[in-house]
């Protein structure tokens, strides 16, 4: 039997049924509901409540001229709010993600981090409060022991890891802060690949720290 991906802490899933989450937390919340059943359930009862809310709220007197705005509003094309699809069978690509990755992992301009870690960071719009990336990690290959000045989400894509906390397969959702130190290590039998948001540089915390944490924080000015 398939072990289904545990779903996204119900914070995280809150602020995308509103439609209030930023576009890199959004992409990944609606990547990790493309192969969490769970998940999509959690996002619907969601939206009923949001729903049951509004019915209850009493209407308020128009202004003067607010219903031409909002037809006009209607003839303006808007974005469409995220919401879970689900990517080809057997992609490891959600869909939600390939407007910003293309259809092949392989025909990315994959950067070396440490040896064996790698990474592309993913072009995003709005204000740079989130920095949305790919990491590879080699099988059985570790991303340096590390803390957070901000927050971290790996979304698990293709192969699985683990970081003394617990063991992510495709589609769990590792998410750490300050208050986490780990050094997510690949399984032996795969190599790793996750989409990663952050809010803030790393902070190593190993024995390379006091030389290269200057550079860490530089590289995300």
Not at 61 to 74: H, K, M, P, V
Not at 90 to 108: H, K, M, N, R, V
């Amino acid at each position: 039997m398939m072990n289904l991906p545990r779903p996204i802490a119900d914070e995280w899933l809150v602020d995308f049924a509103a439609g209030s989450a930023p576009e890199p937390v959004a992409v990944l919340v609606e990547s990790h509901l493309s192969m969490c059943p769970d998940g999509r359930a959690t996002v619907a009862r969601l939206d009923a409540v949001g729903g049951a809310l509004l019915e209850r709220i009493e209407p308020a007197a128009l202004s003067t001229g607010a219903l031409e705005r909002a037809l006009a509003a209607l003839d303006t094309p808007q974005p469409a709010a995220p919401r879970a699809r689900v990517g080809a069978i057997g992609s490891p690509i959600p869909a939600a993600l390939l407007p910003y990755t293309g259809p092949d992992f392989g025909a990315l301009a994959w950067k070396p981090v440490v040896k064996g870690v790698d990474e592309v960071i993913l072009p995003t719009r709005g204000p740079a409060t989130h920095r949305m990336s790919l990491l590879r990690v080699a099988g059985g290959r570790a991303i340096p022991a590390h803390t957070h000045y901000g927050d971290e989400l790996l979304l698990v894509l293709e192969g699985a890891f683990e970081d003394g906390r617990g063991h992510y397969a495709r589609g769990d959702v590792c998410a750490a802060d300050e208050t986490v130190s780990h050094s997510p290590r690949a399984d032996r039998a795969h190599d790793c690949v996750c989409l990663a948001v952050t809010t803030g540089p790393i902070r190593l915390t190993g024995g390379w720290s006091r030389l290269l944490n200057p550079l860490l924080r530089l590289a995300r000015r």
